[in-house]
T-cell receptor
Framework: DSGVTQTPKHLITATGQRVTLRCSPRSGDLSVYWYQQSLDQGLQFLIQYYNGEERAKGNILERFSAQQFPDLHSELNLSSLELGDSALYFC????????????????????FGSGTRLTVV | GDSVTQMEGPVTLSEEAFLTINCTYTATGYPSLFWYVQYPGEGLQLLLKATKADDKGSNKGFEATYRKETTSFHLEKGSVQVSDSAVYFCALIAMDSSYKLIFGSGTRLLVRP
């Protein structure tokens, strides 16, 4: 167990539907990052939250949104789903950012969850 | 922007063969560099890291040296095992306020008995 919990592990849904993916970060970590892993795109950064606020956006579609709650868990909402949204969605959490940047943390400072596999049919 | 380029896979080796997976990066400054491994059906695990030029990261027989001159961080192992079969990702920390990880495209390694 990495300490980062993602639910559900698997999700099968139809095109046009909306789903919510959940991520609970490792205890004490303030940052949550969401990544999409698809066969042809590799690991793409979607969005980052730090202590409840959006910090950075990557290649995230307008149909996707995220938020981080006061207890620091995060949810990624995917709507109007298309076949091409089928992928593995990972979240990662990290310690205070300046410590990560300095490389002073054990384990590199990032901890990944085991992912949610989304299949859109 | 910052980016990571990895050699394409799959790489197929026999057990006990020598492994090299090439990784080069483009970044402003000198970011921390990482190798992550993804075993089938699992998430990403940190394999090793290096935080400054000439640092050598090592773990489980794998090594990589941070080469500033060639902007490279190649992964090596002297004798691979079947259990090393996985996808390997090279990554760096973005030098912006996000400190997000930027990944290469991944290299699949298949080790045959």
């Amino acid at each position: 167990d990495s300490g980062v919990t993602q639910t559900p592990k698997h999700l099968i849904t139809a095109t046009g539907q909306r789903v919510t993916l959940r991520c609970s970060p490792r205890s004490g970590d303030l940052s949550v990052y969401w990544y999409q892993q698809s066969l042809d795109q590799g690991l793409q950064f979607l969005i980052q939250y730090y202590n409840g606020e959006e910090r950075a956006k990557g290649n995230i579609l307008e149909r996707f949104s995220a938020q981080q709650f006061p207890d620091l868990h995060s949810e990624l909402n995917l709507s109007s789903l298309e076949l091409g949204d089928s992928a593995l969605y990972f979240c990662a959490s990290s310690v205070a950012q300046q410590v990560v940047w300095a490389g002073l943390t054990e384990g590199g400072g990032y901890t990944f969850g085991s992912g949610t596999r989304l299949t859109v049919v | 922007g910052d980016s990571v380029t990895q050699m394409e896979g799959p790489v197929t080796l026999s057990e006990e063969a020598f492994l090299t997976i090439n990784c080069t990066y483009t970044a402003t400054g000198y970011p921390s560099l990482f190798w992550y491994v993804q075993y089938p059906g699992e998430g990403l695990q940190l394999l090793l890291k290096a935080t400054k030029a000439d640092d050598k990261g090592s773990n489980k027989g794998f090594e990589a040296t941070y080469r500033k001159e060639t902007t490279s961080f190649h992964l090596e192992k002297g004798s691979v095992q079947v259990s090393d079969s996985a996808v390997y990702f090279c990554a760096l920390i973005a030098m912006d306020s996000s400190y997000k990880l930027i990944f290469g495209s991944g290299t699949r390694l298949l080790v045959r008995p």
